[in-house]
């Protein structure tokens, strides 16, 4: 063993990895198939808009910060974050509109204006997820889970935090008005859950963005991934673009390199896969690494949701929207068993608008504006024909946006483009399209999830959103830390190159 770590993927999972990797002194080199880094986190521009791909809510910033340490670097020197206020504004079908904010005062006082009666039924919430937050985030979410001890010792402290119910469950139990419970419900659905079927333990989202708040990186999100692809570069990593992985190549159990699709190989000593651990098992290793039970396994877990999102520009601006808007539907049980259970596309749509020239104007030329609408939908198992049915979708969610939020917008359009579950599937080889891989139901969370060391393959590692702690940016720089547990140190380290600041000190 020499020390020599390949990463497959360059999204937030990757990138963290490599960076933690590098800082332990392995020789390390990141390979990506797309033309850009950054995977889910990728960015399109277009007619002079700037529309970051995938994530655009960041919360934990230390877990980011604490990388560029890792490196000698201060991480304000290579992006910025700004905190956005409100984190969510909550439009409802009746009028009413939530602003959930950080400061306890002011969430109180729209609890009160909403149902006075739910004020201290929102405090004993709020407690109960901090409670959660204080074991299933502080405690767990860096460690891994590939023994069966691991969860038996945690499972007692679960069932006293009542994870044995969802999360919207538990929050009804404290909050009697509708729209309420909506409000303080909806977060699993960012990391792919459904509020009525994911553990409460997805509750301590909501104590995470409390705690930290919530971010925006000017720039973008882009910002972000590019200045870790900077500082890998400063440490010495070559991030690969254009690099697509055919094949993880293995002798016996054990991996000794990648084959690209160009024919070219790379041999390492230890292989981490930033992808869908299904496509992994089912695509990149040999069938000799995986036998019946592993098949029968990958051939029955459940998936998240699908993801309809539509990008587009105006030549007009919307002062008066939030940064980040949503616009819920008439219906929201029965609107996420039609998108998780029964897998059709419904006429009606909850949405999720980011407006991020709100913040940052130079993501749209001066005067103008730029947006990001998702929508949950089905993933591909429900055999929708979205070449035929997105175009004409993504015009009842403009016609939809005009009516409710935006007037004016479709005469005030200059450019429009959109991407479904076919593109999380074709372009992001995630299984069925699945915008955040499995589900995170309690039996695919923790010990149940795709562990982060292979079971088959002992220097096979997993970081993103597919294995433990799961989706989500925190969730998925999580998972890089992980590998801190169990990935050994390279018998020969490979130090650091000396920081500028270190060079001018003498050091």
Known sequence: MSGRAVVIGSGFGGLAAAVRLRARGYAVTVLEGMDQPGGRAAVFRRDGFTFDAGPTVLTAPYLLHELFALAGRDSRDYFTLVPVDPFYRIEYPDGSRFDYVGDEERLIEQVRAFNPADVDGYRRLAAHAERIFDVGYTQLSDIPFHRAASMLRVIPRML??????????????????????QAFSFEPLLVGGNPFRVTSIY????????????????????????????????????????????????????????????????????????????????????????????????????????????????????????????????????????????????????????????????????????????SPVPNNQSGIDWDAEGPRYFDRILDHLEARLLPGLRESLVTRFHVTPRYFEDTLRSTHGAGFGIEPRLSQSAYFRFHNRSPVVPNLYFVGSGTHPGAGVPGVLSSAKVLDHVVPDPPRPIALPRTPRAMEAGV
């Open 160 to 181: 006293r935090l009542e994870s044995h119910r969802s999360v919207h469950a538990l929050v009804s139990k404290h909050i009697r008005d509708e729209r309420l419970r």
């Open 203 to 374: 509750l301590l989202i909501h104590w995470l963005e409390r705690k930290w708040g919530v971010h925006f990186a000017l720039g973008g999100t882009t910002s972000v991934v590019h200045a870790l692809v900077k500082l890998l570069g400063e440490m010495d990593v070559e991030v690969r673009t254009s690099a697509p992985v055919e094949r993880i190549e293995t002798v016996g159990r054990t991996a000794t390199g990648v084959v690209l699709e160009s024919g070219e190989r790379i041999p390492a000593d230890l292989v981490v896969a930033n992808a869908d651990p299904t496509q992994v098992y089912g695509r990149l290793l040999p069938p000799s690494t995986r036998g019946p039970l592993r098949r029968a396994m990958l051939g029955t877990r459940r998936y998240s949701m699908g993801l309809f999102v539509g990008y587009f520009g105006t030549r007009r601006t919307y002062p008066e929207l939030a940064h980040h808007t949503i616009l819920m539907g008439p219906r929201y049980r029965g609107l996420l068993d039609d998108v998780f259970d029964r897998r059709v596309l419904a006429d009606d749509f909850s949405l999720y608008l980011h407006a991020p020239t709100r913040t940052d104007p130079s993501s749209a030329p001066p005067g103008h504006e730029c947006f990001y609408v998702l």
